[in-house]
């Protein structure tokens, strides 16, 4: 986390921390009280200027609406920069919901401007690659989250074919895409009824319980965004997707990729960026509602968003030339690691902190 938050640019922090709750059949009621619970401990030990907590797996706007809430009741007054991820309609950002999966999506799109030596590909499969953007590529996502969500509405945007979502109940595909409809429904479901995927129309989708959406099998794919969960695509996983010709991967959740599963799929695919470049985009728009709260300005859905696409430039240009620098060309890993890192470095050496 902190050399995600060091590839942004931006003045935040890189701490991490939680509850041990599975929300899933709990009662509005329940969660209520469990968020309230939890700031009780926590709201002598964050503010503006010391530490703001975000949203994370499970904590949505409703969770920090019931968590600032609880900290006004306890602190007797308003303080909206003590907290990211709130509603717009107390000191929320723009596009704070959908940054993560746009973010995702955005720096996807600019590697895929970039990258034009093709290493792996074979040269009838290079020419069917777009020019500038997804149109026509078939996109696989896990998850069904708000990362997966918006980057599956970003990618159809920009004409991409969404082909996949998963919950921790199983997967649902289409061959040919999700449709607007389809996607409409799925936040519905999501959002509104809180429900799982298998309650989901069939019309052109096939549904596969208990399966991870990655070792399906079968299933063709230009590019991969893994926006579910830590080690979700382990080794076999990430042969099936090799096999099924997908040659892009960029991490939209934590760690979806597990060691030995990197290490393969950097000998396979054209692009791999790693989770502390590609998701960056949740955490650098918190910050971007932070400079709102402190200057108590409320910037447009279009402001919010030409910042975001910004930002994601600025992180894949930096781990792009970082990997450059040290010889290692295609290694975005290796680019965001060692900016994330000299970042720091630096910085603590500025102050001291250092004498090598």
């Known amino acids: 986390q902190i050399?995600?938050?060091?590839?942004?640019?931006?003045?935040?922090?890189?701490?991490?921390?939680?509850?041990?709750?599975?929300?899933?059949?709990?009662?509005?009621?329940?969660?209520?009280?469990l968020c309230e619970s939890f700031m009780k401990g926590l709201y002598r030990h964050i503010g503006p200027?010391?530490?703001?907590?975000?949203?994370?797996?499970?904590?949505?706007?409703?969770?920090?609406?019931?968590?600032?809430?609880?900290?006004?009741?306890?602190r007797?007054?308003?303080?909206?920069?003590?907290?990211?991820g709130k509603s717009t309609d107390f000191g929320g950002s723009k596009l704070r919901p959908e940054a993560t999966?746009?973010?995702?999506?955005?720096?996807?799109?600019?590697?895929?401007?970039?990258?034009?030596?093709?290493?792996?590909?074979?040269?009838?499969?290079?020419?069917?690659?777009?020019?500038?953007?997804?149109?026509?590529?078939?996109?696989m996502i896990s998850g069904s989250g708000n990362v997966a969500q918006f980057a599956a509405e970003k990618v159809m945007e920009l004409g991409g074919l969404v082909c996949s979502f998963s919950d921790s109940s199983g997967a649902i595909t289409s061959e040919n895409g999700f449709s607007r409809a389809q996607l409409e429904e799925l936040f519905h479901l999501k959002n509104v009824k809180r429900g799982r995927l298998s309650e989901m129309s069939r019309d052109d989708?096939?549904?596969?319980?208990?399966?991870?959406?990655?070792?399906?099998?079968?299933?063709?794919?230009d590019v991969a965004l893994p926006s579910a969960t830590q080690n979700e695509i382990d080794l076999e996983a990430a042969e099936i997707l090799a096999d099924g010709g997908c040659w892009g991967v960029a991490e939209g959740a934590n760690m979806p990729t597990t060691n030995e599963a990197v290490e393969y799929l950097k000998t396979?695919?054209?692009?791999?960026?790693?989770?502390?470049?590609a998701n960056a985009g949740g955490v650098a728009t918190s910050a971007l509602e932070m400079a709102q709260n402190s200057a108590r300005l409320f910037w447009s859905s279009d402001e919010v968003d030409e910042k975001l696409k910004g930002i994601m430039n600025n992180i894949f240009e930096t781990a792009y030339q970082t990997a450059q620098d040290f010889d290692r060309p295609w290694d975005l890993q290796f680019g965001a690691n060692a900016a994330g890192f000299l970042k720091v470095y630096k910085a603590y050496k500025a102050m001291g902190y250092l004498k090598f």
């Open 268 to 277: 396979k695919v054209e692009i791999y960026i790693p989770a502390k470049a």
């Open 101 to 139: 999966g746009y973010g995702l999506v955005y720096i996807t799109l600019e590697a895929l401007k970039k990258y034009k030596h093709y290493r792996f590909l074979a040269e009838d499969v290079v020419q069917q690659i777009p020019e500038n953007g997804f149109e026509g590529l078939k996109v």
């Open 76 to 84: 007797g007054q308003p303080d909206m920069g003590v907290l990211t």
């Open 205 to 221: 989708l096939t549904y596969h319980e208990n399966q991870s959406v990655w070792k399906i099998g079968g299933l063709k794919c």
């Open 3 to 33: 050399f995600k938050n060091a590839l942004t640019n931006l003045p935040i922090g890189g701490g991490k921390g939680g509850v041990v709750f599975d929300p899933k059949g709990k009662s509005e009621s329940e969660v209520k009280l």
């Open 49 to 74: 200027n010391l530490d703001v907590p975000a949203g994370d797996i499970g904590v949505g706007g409703r969770e920090i609406g019931y968590m600032y809430g609880e900290y006004v009741r306890l």
